[in-house]
């Protein structure tokens, strides 16, 4: 009985612990996080400092290496991938909230922009 008991508890500490790595922004009394659309990151945070969009290389296979940079636009499509920076006022770190296919891929925070 002892063993299930912490077997169970072992068990809820991982899910839970596992479930904390995800990153979240708080805007406005909402949270924002992986998956949410860029349509309501801009309904929820407003608009950022800063934007940018890059084409990201595009990767086949874990053994290719990216496509090289004059040929990728040519021969392989890229995956555009869009950044926004907010500055969340003072005391506060930056966050980048980085977006693929127009969704939340990730959301950093820094000093800085993330790379």
Request: aromatic share 10%.
């Amino acid at each position: 009985m002892k063993f299930m008991l912490r077997l169970a508890l072992a068990a809820l500490g991982a899910g839970l612990f596992g479930a904390a790595g995800a990153e979240t922004l708080r805007c406005n009394g909402h949270t924002v996080e992986a998956g949410d659309s860029k349509l309501s990151v801009r309904y929820y945070c407003g608009d950022p400092l800063l934007q940018e969009a890059h084409c990201a290389p595009v990767y086949y296979s874990p053994n290719l290496p990216p496509v090289p940079e004059p040929f990728a636009n040519s021969v392989v499509p890229c995956v555009v991938v869009d950044e926004w920076l907010y500055d969340r006022g003072p005391g506060n770190l930056v966050a980048t909230v980085r977006f693929r296919a127009n969704v939340v891929q990730s959301i950093a925070y820094g000093t800085r922009a993330a790379r």
